[in-house]
């Protein structure tokens, strides 16, 4: 008599012709998610390098335009001295600091005091430094004062504090003019002009009254 073994139960069952139908179309179906998994990925880090890059460029945009100087051409500055004066500082160039808004840089200054009055005094040099909120205004290389007694000086540095009208130097000063010349090592004129202090090697010559 013949019996069924167990063994018989091992035999892989037969996949049918619609299963193998059905497992052929789920496979483009299981690439094509990968690839589109795979773009997405693909897609999100273009994303991320493009803002990072956006990023990037804005701040050094920003960081070019904080180091750009700002540049004016025949500037005019315009004010009143505390004894009432007014002022008038013009140049051929200004140019303001990029990191100290405070301090602006001109190129051949010129500084009238007393301007729109008759007989005003005038300073001139090469170079100046306009501090705003310190009110000041440093002449340097070949300075030339013109005051309006008819004296004319001739000094490397001048400081000129423009609420005051006070003008100093220390690095010497030579002047000329009706009643005589002087030299010195370093002056300070108050007082309108009135008031002119000399020190360190001074020599002045008085041109004799006629």
Do not use: C, W
Request: glycine residues 8%; aromatic residues 4%; hydrophobic residues 40%.
């Amino acid at each position: 008599m013949l019996t069924q073994t167990d063994g018989a139960s091992a035999v892989p069952p037969v996949e049918s012709a619609a299963e193998r139908a059905r497992n052929r179309r789920r496979a483009p179906v299981r690439r094509l998610r990968l690839v589109l998994a795979l773009f997405a990925i693909g897609v999100g880090v273009a994303v991320v390098a493009q803002a990072s890059l956006r990023s990037f460029a804005s701040n050094k945009t920003q960081t070019q335009a904080a180091d750009t100087p700002l540049l004016l051409n025949k500037p005019r500055f315009t004010g009143v001295l505390k004894d009432g004066r007014a002022f008038l500082i013009t140049a051929d160039h200004a140019e303001r600091d990029a990191k100290d808004q405070n301090l602006v840089r001109l190129t051949t200054p010129l500084l009238v005091r007393g301007y729109g009055a008759p007989n005003p005094s005038q300073a001139t040099a090469k170079t100046g430094l306009y501090r705003e909120a310190e009110h000041t205004l440093l002449l340097s290389e070949d300075v030339k004062i013109t005051s309006a007694e008819g004296y004319d000086f001739d000094a490397p540095q001048a400081l000129i504090d423009m609420r005051t009208g006070e003008v100093s130097g220390g690095a010497g000063i030579a002047g000329s003019g009706p009643k005589g010349s002087t030299r010195a090592n370093s002056y300070n004129v108050t007082d309108k002009g009135d008031r002119v202090v000399l020190n360190g090697r001074v020599r002045t010559r008085l041109e004799p009254k006629r």
